[in-house]
């Protein structure tokens, strides 16, 4: 079975500031990996996603998040924050594959974000 | 146009009641999944369903029961309602079973007391 480990349960930074939110995977087999986001009172929402590929990826509102397989990591990357960037944000990975996807999502614990005006 | 909704958002009950949280999908997805996240808004898959079959249950009490009608819907009945079950339920739905993204509902904020 495959875990998740975010390693800054609570982040605080200034408005300005670059953001990197760590993200460490365990699994035996290949993963698609994800960031979700859920602000306050609100569902979870995509940020961005690995499949294959370039593993530098681009998501929604200027985030951006790099694979990086020899380190099981996907950390999250923004280089300037705002203040509506307050949030909790989730790691999330997914066995790749054919039934892979039956287990759901496995999530981290999640990484309370709160950007200071 | 909402593509994976929930209803009720709210649910307050007392213990030992039955309750149930129903959700509906129009995004074509035929696999829809329950999570549970508690009060330390941590998140964990409880069911998945493929086209209307249980796929997997992992480790939920049996007083949950979810059942659904169709492709595009996946209500969550629980019996017995016990304080320890007050969290957000989310319903999220996939396209097939090869690991790709999810789509998540608003959530149900039940509070058993």
């Known amino acids: 079975a495959q875990s998740v480990s975010q390693h800054n349960h609570h982040v605080i930074l200034s408005e300005a500031a670059s953001l990197e939110l760590g993200c460490n995977y365990s699994?035996?087999?290949?993963?698609?990996l994800f960031w979700y986001v859920q602000y306050p009172g609100q569902h979870l929402q995509l940020l961005l996603k690995?499949?294959?590929?370039?593993?530098l990826v681009k998501g929604i509102k200027g985030f951006e998040a790099e694979f990086i397989k020899s380190k099981f990591s996907f950390n999250l990357r923004k280089p300037s924050v705002q203040w509506s960037d307050t949030a909790e944000y989730f790691c999330?990975?997914?066995?790749?594959?054919?039934?892979?996807?039956?287990?759901?999502?496995?999530f981290g614990k999640g990484t309370h974000l709160i950007i200071q005006p | 146009d909402t593509a994976v909704s929930q209803t009720p958002k709210y649910l307050v009950t007392q213990m030992g009641n039955d309750k149930s949280i129903k959700c509906e999908q129009n995004l074509g997805h035929d696999t829809m999944y329950w999570y549970k996240q508690d009060s330390k808004k941590f998140l964990k898959i409880m069911f998945s369903?493929?086209?209307?079959?249980?796929?997997i249950n992992e480790t939920v009490p049996n007083r949950f029961s979810p059942k659904s009608p169709d492709k595009a819907h996946l209500n969550l009945h629980i019996n017995s309602l016990e304080l320890g079950d007050s969290a957000v339920y989310f319903c999220a739905s996939s396209q097939g079973l090869a690991g790709l993204e999810q789509y998540f509902g608003p959530g149900t904020r039940l509070t058993v007391t």
């Open positions: 999330a990975v997914n066995a790749r594959g054919s039934g892979g996807g039956a287990d759901g999502l496995t």
């Open positions: 699994y035996g087999g290949t993963v698609n």
């Open positions: 690995y499949f294959s590929g370039d593993p």
């Open positions: 369903y493929n086209n209307k079959e249980l796929i």
